[in-house]
């Protein structure tokens, strides 16, 4: 078996809809699994929206994000102004900037210019519009 690590993120109620805009965004192989596609499990706190994503994978060329709707009622979550972030690493600026004109046409906001950085490679910033941060980096060419 192979090890592998993804990032998973729970957001409230809107796990579907932010993983079909990020498909839109960055493409690669999408699967949403819903509650009311799966059998009943007693032992979750609430009974759960049959629309609410359950499981929630997008895979692609430089990993997976996996995720789900957030089933802890009565808990807000931060999403953004937390401490991480997703960092995708392209080949060229022009591929990063491609990826972060769609997250702003999606909603999105800036929250560092892409630009040349002062270790010498590229980075930048941006806030999808369910307030997941999107750092973009590539190498000096």
């Known amino acids: 078996m192979t090890h592998t690590l993804a990032t998973y993120i729970s957001l409230p109620g809107s796990t579907g809809e932010a993983m079909e805009h990020w498909h839109d965004v960055f493409g690669g192989e999408l699967e949403i699994m819903r509650y009311g596609d799966v059998p009943p499990m007693p032992d979750m706190p609430v009974e759960p929206d049959p629309q609410a ?31 991480y972030s997703l960092l995708y690493t392209t080949d060229t600026p022009e591929e990063a900037r491609v990826f972060i004109g769609k997250l702003l046409a999606g909603g999105g906001t800036e ?5 040349e950085a002062p270790w010498g490679d590229w980075y930048g910033q941006v806030f999808d519009r369910y307030g997941v941060m999107w750092s973009f980096s590539c190498a000096a060419g």
């Open 111 to 115: 929250g560092m210019p892409f630009a």
């Open 53 to 83: 994503v359950a499981h929630a994978t997008l895979t692609l060329p430089a990993g997976v994000i996996a995720g789900g709707d957030s089933m802890d009622p009565g808990t807000d979550y931060p999403v953004r102004g937390s401490a």
